[in-house]
């Protein structure tokens, strides 16, 4: 195998989409041990050194035997697919039935290791992916306690956003996008209940895809709330993403909700990339409502956002309000309350008998007698939610769950997007997460670009359930008119 100036040319390989990649592997001129190589290179210099980003827990002790495999395969039957030899970096809560740990961050999980791989997991090993290592996160998927800090978990400290140290790396997915801003990795995995895949995108200058609950496998995943939880693609460029999500979807009959996919689910995304998807799109925005906590940087990245948009040919239609959620008294997390508590016992039970915690109340017990290193910022949260009841049948809970779907879909989301015709709403970061993630309806979040010292703002496109392909079209002809991912300055 020759080493061509694509491998010499460092540039090349971070900015080079899947595609370009493959290419590169079929002609001879790069190898997954290579690319897994360098990624490993990556994390060797910048992880725990340098400006120490923390970004990754674990490396899979497997991962160049993998790729050594892979590219033998490659050589003898041909590729598999799109994702063959590709490095792909899980979140800590993703199980992954291998020589690393499975914790979401908590040091009560410090020694669990996974019998099985997740749904998503099984499905990225049989596309070819190498598993290249865990991501930190927040812990406890940032449902443990009101003061913790985005990107820290007790099991591997503080995450930093590779821009700028003094920026929110965002939360709960962030190793999962600081891992591929700094390229540790091609591709990630995060998880999101409300925010927690767009956030850390917008804040990494990254593409993030929060997929629609039930597009993906929650099977394997440590939970926090299943009316709210999906894993999904976060990635460099939109073209990457698209091809990760596809490689992901599919029905699981361990997960009912992904019975709602059928015949909504694509095993290819990249045909929805149309740099003239933005033609004649009619996408809402809410300016005084979400524009408004902005800093005034940030409010003119948006503000060139909408006229490049315009630009585009987009009609921005201007919106007062988008579902009845936004007014503070009928604002609240009580379903996550009660399902956190329900789910992760559920979880925690079948572990066995060898794991240090079996419910919910093992964990705050733990955290309490190793306080030192478990709680810095406290667990109130693990605290408020322990002392639900747990049952389903509560009409606290019951109550909460239906009123939550009436306001973010029937009185909101759908309503709004009906009235006004519209193709898309369009939110600054993930400052608007909150309303479809109780609405179960997915996000595309593309970077934006940067304020003046430096800090990266990501522009969120939501739709209807099961619209990923206009949303992947609108994020991916955005992206190719504008083109604001750069590479972090080490």
Known sequence: MRESYKLRN???????TILELQKAMSNGELTSMQLVSRCLEYISRLNHKGPNLNAVLEVNPDALHIAETLDSERKVKGMRGPLHGIPVLVKDNVETGDRMHTSAGSVALESHYAVHDATIV??????????IGKANMTEWANFMSESMKNGYSSRGGQVRNPYGATFDCGGSSSGSAVGVAAHFSTLSIGTETSGSILSPASQNNVVGIKPTVGLVSRTGIIPLSHSQDTAGPIARSVTDAAILLGALTGIDPADPITKTSVERNYRDYTSFLNSKSLHGARIGVARSLYFDGLTNEQKEVMEQALRDLEGEGVTIIELESISPMEKDEAWDYKVLLHEFKSDLNHYLAGLGRGSAVQSLSDVIAFNESHSERAMKYGQDILIASDKTSGMMTESDYLDSRLRDLELSRTRGIDVVMEEHQL????????????????????????????????????????????SEPALIGLAYAYEQATKHRKAPAF
């Open 423 to 466: 193709d898309a709403l369009l939110f600054p970061n993930s400052n608007g997460a909150g309303i479809p993630a109780k609405a179960g309806y997915p996000s595309v979040t593309v970077p934006g670009g940067f304020t003046k010292d430096g800090e990266p703002v990501g522009v969120t496109f939501t739709g209807l359930a099961y």
């Open 10 to 16: 460092k540039d090349w390989l971070e900015q080079a």
């Open 122 to 131: 099984r499905k990225l090993r049989d596309a070819g992916a190498v598993i």
